[in-house]
């Protein structure tokens, strides 16, 4: 069982990138799906979080406003939509099957499936 994020790449402050977030062997439509990131030398940042059941997203104040995620079902894809990039939204991006979306941001538990990351560097 894998989740394998795509869609890093190099942009410059104020452009846009979208990633994308695949499953195999897992049908993400059953999972509370987050977005993490991390940038160098700092702590992992829950920045999304997408319940099963449809209802609103959790979104970091960092990025709320900027960031959309959305699913397709058929693709059993997850998505986040990056605008207005700004240089420190530069981090490994990753998405992860979460234990539940809180308003705190999303919680992970032992059982909780990573992606392996994906780079997105933001140049000023």
């Known amino acids: 069982v894998q989740l394998v994020e795509s869609g890093g790449g190099l942009v410059q402050a104020g452009g846009s990138l979208r990633l994308s977030c695949a499953a195999s062997?897992?049908?993400?439509?059953?999972?509370?799906i987050a977005w993490f990131r991390q940038a160098p030398g700092k702590e992992y940042e829950g920045i999304s979080c997408s319940p099963a059941s449809g209802s609103a997203p959790y979104y970091a104040d960092s990025v709320k406003g900027r960031f959309t995620v959305s699913r397709d079902s058929a693709k059993n894809t997850r998505y986040l939509q990056m605008n207005s990039l700004k240089p420190e939204d530069t981090a490994v991006y990753l998405c992860?099957?979460?234990?539940?979306?809180?308003?705190?941001?999303?919680?992970?538990?032992?059982?909780?499936?990573w992606g392996q990351g994906t780079q997105v560097t933001v140049s000023s």
């Open positions: 062997e897992l049908t993400l439509e059953n999972y509370d």
């Open positions: 992860a099957t979460a234990s539940d979306c809180s308003g705190d941001g999303p919680i992970i538990g032992e059982f909780s499936i």
